[in-house]
Structures are given as structure tokens and as C-alpha cells.
């Protein structure tokens, strides 16, 4: 970082790059939402240079960097919270004018679409990267192995044990 | 964007930064300069032979000094937290010297028997007091906001309330040198309503104020 503040740009990006899944980490614990994490780490990189001069290199670089991220972190569930009070989603905004009675069937299908997506964003990242891959996209196993990194092996077994929790996790909630 | 196409924008941009100094040592700065200012103006106009037998009052005294460090307390708590990662605690420094000011302000009061007539009237100077406290904040504030910008603030309201709170209250130190009798409800009512004032307005444009907007890291990455 002190090399960043006296203008060395390998120092820089190097510095950026290991940072990056530390903050990734930092920022799991206010949102599971993949996408809306990586926004907050973008912000949170944004402030980094924003307020790079702030840094003082007699004081540990880890509580600063937490500070900056916990901050946009804060500041990136309060927007989630502002989006979802004031606008309803696509899938949702259809059915507003429609009075037949089978749509309020298909809202609950749409709701509960949303649950399972709740629920799969608390399995951990190989399991949900198999079941997606295998299960839900319905990829051959040789064609979710390339895609995910994962052996066969692993998907398979991944994916059993993404179901199991999953089962888990829905008898949990309608309890 | 991807985060990987941000970071190489992000180096392409670096430039080499002036590492701001310790947030103390700034606060310590900004107070000096101000105490040199305030002095020379309380020695050229202020009417100090009524001035300095009041001060020999202890609860005048410690109004004062109350008055004091509460400006002090709140500049220096200010600072602190202009910087990332410094504890958000800081902005209750100021809180026990703000009470004890409000403590001998109102002791004050109860000593006139709670008169909400002083001895040129219900209003009295206390508008002008109000006039005092307001107007004397703003190129106090402007000097403040300019040197706290510098750190851009990534939480702007706890450093915009306690810098806001520590140019008025400057100000209602400075003008305890003008004002040679005893508060009453009506001119104590006036002073809060004034430091209100002013932390209402310097938190209500404390983005601008302080350069705090992530926007304006945005347009540099656009």
C-alpha cells in the first residue's frame, strides 16, 4: 500500500488482486446475493483509491481496509432494502392488473421460485455450482465438469449432497 | 463492469498521493490558527474590562471553559473520524463537556429565577447572539470542511455532526467575550437554536461538503 501511495502501479494492481477475496469475504457476511456482493466490492476498490492517502503505514493495512468495506457493505444492504420497498419485481409488476384468479396461482409459483433461489444461495459454493450445473441447467456431466472445474466424481457427489441439504433446509423453513 | 477490468482501470489511474498526516496533528492545526484569529479579535474588540471580572465567577468560569472544550473535544473527534479506521466512539467526545456547558448555561438561568426577561428585554441581544453564532460559523466551517475534505470521508454524517458542532460551539466561545451578563431562558433557547442550525445545515450538505459522494470515484472510472 505504501508503494500504491507513492505511485507504483504493479504495486498497485498486485495489491488490488490479493485484496479482492478478502474483501469478497468481508461482504459475504451482509449479503448472499452473488451479484450484489460483487458490486460491493467494486465500490469498496472504488474507495480504496478514492481514500488511498488516508492510509497510515505506522497502523495495521487489515482494520482500514474492514472499515471500508463494512461501510459499503452497509451502505449496499440500505440500497437493497430502498430497492425492495419501492419496486416490485418484473415477474411480479405482470400480474398487478390481472383480476384472474390464476394468476395469484402462478405469483405463488414465482414466490416460491424465489425461496428455492433463497435457499441455494446458503449451500456452499461447489455443492450450489453442481446442482445448478447438473440439475437445474440440465448439463450432461461431462459438460458441467468443464464448466465448473469440478471432477465427475466430485459433481456427483456434490450434487447429492446439495439435494440432501436442500431437503434440509425446506423442512426447516415450513416448520 | 467485471471487478478485474476495474482494477487495471484503477492502476491505469494511480497517481502518487501527499499521505495526509495523523488526524491529531490536523486537528491540533486547524485549532491554533483559529485560537491565533479568535485571540486577536476578542483583544482588539472585545469590552474585557466587563469581560474578565466575570470570568472570575466560578460558574461562569467553568461555562466557559465547558464552552471550550467542547469545541476542542468535538473538532479533534472530527478528525478521527474522517479517517477509515478509526472508532465511530469518537463522536461522543464531545458529549460530557457539551452537557457540563449546558449544566452552568442553565444554572445560569435558574439563577435569574427562570426570567424570560433580561435587562433589555424579552429578546434582549439574543438575536444578535443567534446572528453571531450562525454567521461566525460559516468561514469557521468553510476552513474545517476544506481541510477534512481532504480525507473524503467514507461515513460523512458522524464527521460533518461533530465538525459542525465544534465550529459552533468556537462560536459560542468566542462570543462569551461579547457578552457581558447573564444568560436567560430566551438566550440560551437562542444559542441551541443556532448550533442546531448550524449541524442541521453542515450535515444536510455534508456530501458536497466533504467530498464524500462515491459518485465522484465513479466518473473517474467511467
Given amino acids: 500500500m505504501v508503494a500504491a501511495q507513492a505511485g507504483d502501479r504493479a504495486a498497485y494492481s498486485q495489491l488490488l488482486r490479493e485484496v479482492t477475496p478478502f474483501v469478497r469475504a468481508l461482504l459475504r457476511r451482509h449479503c448472499s446475493h452473488p451479484q450484489d456482493i460483487e458490486e460491493m466490492v467494486q465500490e469498496t476498490l472504488l474507495t480504496l483509491h478514492r481514500v488511498r492517502q488516508t492510509y497510515d503505514s505506522k497502523r495495521p493495512f487489515s482494520p482500514w481496509l474492514g472499515a471500508i468495506a463494512a461501510r459499503r457493505g452497509i451502505d449496499g444492504l440500505r440500497r437493497r432494502l430502498r430497492v425492495a420497498r419501492y419496486e416490485v419485481s418484473a415477474e411480479l409488476a405482470g400480474y398487478e392488473t390481472f383480476a384472474d384468479p390464476a394468476a395469484n396461482i402462478d405469483i405463488e409459483a414465482v414466490r416460491a421460485a424465489g425461496d428455492i433461489e433463497e435457499l441455494l444461495q446458503r449451500l456452499p459454493p461447489r455443492q450450489r455450482a453442481a446442482l445448478e450445473a447438473v440439475k437445474l441447467k440440465e448439463m450432461s456431466l461431462a459438460e458441467a465438469s468443464r464448466v465448473s472445474g469440478q471432477s465427475v466424481g466430485a459433481l456427483k457427489v456434490n450434487t447429492h449432497r446439495a439435494l440432501k441439504a436442500l431437503r434440509a433446509l425446506f423442512q426447516d423453513v415450513s416448520k | ?222
Fill in chain 2, 1 to 222: 463492469m467485471q471487478t478485474e477490468q476495474l482494477i487495471e482501470r484503477l492502476t491505469a489511474q494511480l497517481e502518487p498521493v501527499r499521505v495526509l498526516r495523523a488526524p491529531a496533528w490536523r486537528a491540533l492545526l486547524w485549532l491554533m490558527m483559529v485560537a491565533a484569529v479568535s485571540g486577536a479579535l476578542i483583544m482588539r474588540f472585545a469590552p474585557l474590562p466587563a469581560i474578565l471580572p466575570r470570568l472570575a465567577v466560578p460558574r461562569i468560569a467553568v461555562e466557559c471553559v465547558a464552552t471550550a472544550l467542547t469545541a476542542v473535544t468535538a473538532i479533534i473527534a472530527a478528525f478521527q473520524l474522517s479517517v477509515p479506521d478509526r472508532s465511530p466512539r469518537w463522536l461522543w467526545l464531545p458529549l460530557p463537556p457539551f452537557l457540563l456547558w449546558l449544566a452552568a448555561s442553565g444554572l445560569g438561568c435558574l439563577r435569574n429565577g427562570l426570567s424570560l426577561r433580561g435587562p433589555n428585554g424579552f429578546f434582549g441581544d439574543s438575536p444578535h447572539c443567534f446572528a453571531f453564532i450562525t454567521c461566525a460559523s460559516v468561514p469557521l466551517a468553510v476552513g474545517l470542511f476544506w481541510m477534512l475534505r481532504r480525507a473524503r470521508p467514507i461515513n460523512a454524517l458522524p464527521v460533518a455532526t461533530a465538525g459542525t458542532l465544534g465550529v459552533a460551539a468556537t462560536a459560542a466561545f468566542v462570543l462569551q467575550f461579547f457578552h457581558p451578563f447573564d444568560v436567560t431562558v430566551i438566550d440560551l433557547a437562542l444559542h441551541l437554536s443556532a448550533i442546531g442550525l448550524v449541524v442541521l445545515l453542515g450535515t444536510a450538505w455534508r456530501r458536497p461538503l466533504l467530498d464524500a459522494s462515491i459518485e465522484a470515484g465513479r466518473v473517474g472510472t467511467a
